[in-house]
Nanobody
Framework: QVQLVESGGGLVQAGDSLTLACAVS????????MGWFRQAPGKEREIVGA????????YYPDSVKDRFTISRDNTKNTVSLQINSLKTEDTAVYYC????????????????WGQGTQVTVST
């Protein structure tokens, strides 16, 4: 019943900013840690941000720490990913995911996934 739906992707120019949104339904009673991942063609899925449910604890890999910001709106059951100074290397399908596991940095620990939203960065 838990559903994650990503939105906000599209074709953007390098240097632009973009905010992706993840709408969560069916998980009001339970608590989840939320993560954003991305996967480019020929590349492994990688985490770009995570946030612990009901807390302010966040995680970012070093590769995106200065440009990516994850946030949560508890009243709307949404999680956002703000990306600044977009690069062509950011082109990928971005996925929202949820987990109850304490480890939030690995994709294999996440239980629920959205279908993804495509972000294409052009020059």
């Amino acid at each position: 019943q838990v559903q994650l739906v990503e939105s906000g992707g599209g074709l953007v120019q390098a240097g632009d900013s973009l905010t992706l949104a993840c709408a969560v339904s069916g998980a009001t009673v339970s608590t989840y840690h939320m993560g954003w991942f991305r996967q480019a063609p020929g590349k492994e899925r990688e985490i770009v941000g995570a946030i612990r449910w009901t807390t302010n604890r966040t995680y970012y890999p070093d590769s995106v720490k200065d440009r990516f910001t994850i946030s949560r709106d508890n009243t709307k059951n949404t999680v956002s990913l703000q990306i600044n100074s977009l690069k062509t290397e950011d082109t990928a399908v971005y996925y929202c995911a949820a987990t109850r596991a304490a480890i939030i940095t690995m994709a294999k620990t996440y239980d629920y996934w959205g279908q993804g939203t495509q972000v294409t960065v052009s020059t």
